[in-house]
């Protein structure tokens, strides 16, 4: 089956470059997809196709997808954007899994 | 964006069965792929299975198979996820997102307020 592996944490200072990674074999051939989940709340979409910003989602999130590895690149992070982040994927054997979630302290 | 709504929480015993629905507060229901993601506490977000409203076709997660049941009800514009044999496992938020699949992509693009089910004895 197909996994998706994420860090645990990661922490940035407010007003710097937050990058959240997601390895997979082969994942640049596939498609990312990346939520962003604030306590007690329901995911929010933020990044689709790996690098498509859906309305409303601020200019400051950017994606990449090259190799093994999915970026999700927040700049001018602000103290809202602490949240859970989780890349997600399609893959035959496994149809949709999701990473295991980032944890973006904003300190 | 569609607003999806959710039935309210539910507290069950082992070994018997949850149903959850989900409708959108604008628009009908018959364009729609719908998705099942649960969270246990504290833990990530999983993927349950799927139903095409239009063409009440399912895919099903494997580690589901045989244990959930996903509807739509056209005429009521509603989405069903039934849960069977529960277990303490399954102590989840449930949620149900609108899926967007477009050249080799899923995304959920909105989602519900979630359900949280408690399996308790």
């Known amino acids: 089956s197909y996994e998706l592996t994420q860090p645990p944490s990661v922490s940035v200072s407010p007003g710097q470059t937050a990058s959240i990674t997601c390895s997979g074999d082969?994942?640049?051939?596939?498609?990312v997809t990346w939520y962003q989940q604030k306590s007690g709340q329901s995911p929010v979409l933020v990044m689709y196709q790996d690098e498509k910003r859906p309305s409303g989602i601020p200019e400051r999130f950017s994606g990449s997808n090259s190799g093994d590895t999915a970026t999700l690149t927040i700049s001018g992070t602000q103290d809202m954007d602490e949240a859970d982040y989780y890349c997600?994927?399609?893959?035959?054997?496994?149809?949709?899994?999701f990473g295991g979630g980032t944890k973006l302290t904003v300190l | 964006q569609a607003q999806l709504v959710q039935s309210g929480a539910e507290v069950k015993k082992p070994g018997s069965s949850v149903r959850v629905s989900c409708k959108p507060s604008g628009g009908t229901f018959s364009s729609y792929t719908i998705s099942w993601v649960r969270q246990a506490p504290g833990q990530g977000l999983e993927w349950m299975g799927k139903?095409?409203?239009?063409?009440?076709?399912?895919n099903y997660a494997q580690k589901f198979q045989g244990r959930v049941t996903i509807t739509a009800d056209k005429s009521t514009s509603t989405a069903y996820m039934e849960l069977s044999s529960l277990r303490s496992e399954d102590t989840a938020v449930y949620y149900c997102?609108?899926?967007?699949?477009?050249?080799?992509?899923?995304?959920?693009?909105?989602w519900g307020q979630g359900t949280q089910v408690t399996v308790s004895s």
């Open positions: 139903i095409i409203s239009s063409l009440d076709i399912t």
């Open positions: 082969k994942l640049e051939d596939k498609f």
């Open positions: 997600q994927t399609w893959d035959s054997s496994t149809a949709v899994v």
């Open positions: 997102a609108r899926t967007t699949e477009l050249a080799g992509s899923t995304s959920f693009d909105s």
